[in-house]
């Protein structure tokens, strides 16, 4: 071993290894008029689709096959909510090119949400964020660049897709010579989970930070989403989709769009369909969660808290009615009640406490059936 004791020759060895590291750290930066190729997402691994086989790889649901869907159903299954491509790279820069269907637009949600992407990069044994972005409506074709002056090493990445805008096409970029090819999924299992806007991600900023998400990330279970905002009120035809899924486990916001007298009506027929299907999986109805616009408002109050009692009193029956069926709490705020975006739907932050709320329940649940 040879032991520098020359502290000139310490300190000199010691700027050499800086320069270096500065010149890697240059050496790693995006070049200015990089040049990008691009893969076809569909082409990777698409992950998180309930339905595996659609003509468009990015549809949820095949609206020729199932029949039923309102117009609004059907543009809605038609959104790749909750899908995320994985793939890894080398390149040091990371984009994306669109083609669009149709496209929602709100005042509620961001526009990254609903027709932008949100990246992940693993980080260890953590799927940390690296990125998030969207076009402008206008510019909806245009290359988005996502992240640049990354190192060359090779990532491991997950892209979520836009959760309420039809996509035709996904191309993602990398810089010319670069390496990208799809990535083995390290998600366990198929959990299905049908649910409302809540399920959907509304009035999240990015597509990443619905509650399903979150719970996959966190636990590594598969959440397989059909969120459709507005429109989970228990109806045969999206029954059907469920009956037909490849499924673990179904995960159901189902209390959250029917009022009272049509989850009385319902929800026994719904469950004994799933369950003709699906006899020997867990059926999981989750409680919907407290509206923040019924604060003041007295209608609203009434009518929420008639839901939620209605939504009790059945599913304390169904527990004991029918094999395999579960009723659990969530929770989507805080002590100080700031969580709310529009009085009806959470932040991110609230989206963060109903996961929480309800992972360990989920957990316990899933467990009984060797899902772990």
């Known amino acids: 071993m040879y032991i520098i004791t020359n502290p000139y020759n310490m300190k000199r060895l010691l700027t050499i290894i800086a320069l270096a590291a500065i010149s890697f750290a240059m050496g790693a930066q995006t070049p200015k008029d990089v040049v990008y190729t691009f893969t076809e997402a569909s082409d990777l691994n698409l992950i998180g689709k309930i339905l ?68 992940y990069i693993k980080d260890g044994d953590q799927w940390l964020w690296a990125a998030s972005g969207a076009t402008k409506p206008e510019k909806g074709g245009d290359n988005l660049v996502l992240i640049k002056n990354m190192d060359n090493s090779e990532k491991e990445c997950m892209l979520y897709l836009p959760i309420y805008s039809e996509v035709l096409s996904v191309k993602i970029g990398v810089q010319e010579g670069a390496r990208i090819e799809a990535l083995e999924s390290p998600f366990r299992y198929r959990v299905g989970i049908f649910g409302s806007s809540y399920t959907h991600g509304i009035s999240t900023s990015r597509p990443a930070m619905s509650y399903p998400m979150q719970l996959m990330r966190w636990t590594g279970i598969q959440f397989l989403s059909l969120g459709c905002s507005g429109n989970c009120k228990m109806q045969p035809y999206f029954a059907d989709v469920l009956c037909d899924a490849d499924v673990d486990a179904l995960v159901f916001d189902a209390f959250s769009n029917p009022d009272a007298k049509m989850i009385e009506e319902r929800l026994f027929p719904f469950i004994e369909k799933i369950q003709t299907a699906h006899p020997d999986i867990p059926l999981i109805f989750q409680q919907t969660i407290y509206r923040e616009r019924r604060n003041f408002d007295h209608a609203t109050e009434a009518k929420e808290n008639a839901k939620q009692e209605m939504a009790a009193k059945l599913m304390k029956e169904a527990c004991k009615k029918y094999r395999n069926v579960y009723f659990i709490q969530t929770d989507a705020t805080d002590e100080l009640h700031e969580t709310s975006v529009d009085g009806t739907h959470p932040g991110d932050y609230g989206y963060t406490l109903w996961a929480k709320s309800i992972e360990k329940p989920i957990l316990k649940i899933l467990r009984k059936y060797g899902i772990r």
């Open 52 to 119: 595996p086989d659609t003509p468009n790889p990015y549809h949820r649901v095949d609206t020729v096959k199932y029949k039923g869907f309102t117009k609004g159903e059907n543009r809605q299954v038609r959104c790749p909510a909750g899908l995320a491509v994985l793939f890894k790279t080398n390149s040091t820069t990371i984009s994306v090119q669109t083609e669009f269907g149709w496209q929602y637009n709100a005042v509620n949600t961001m526009g990254i949400a609903y027709r932008g992407y949100d990246l």
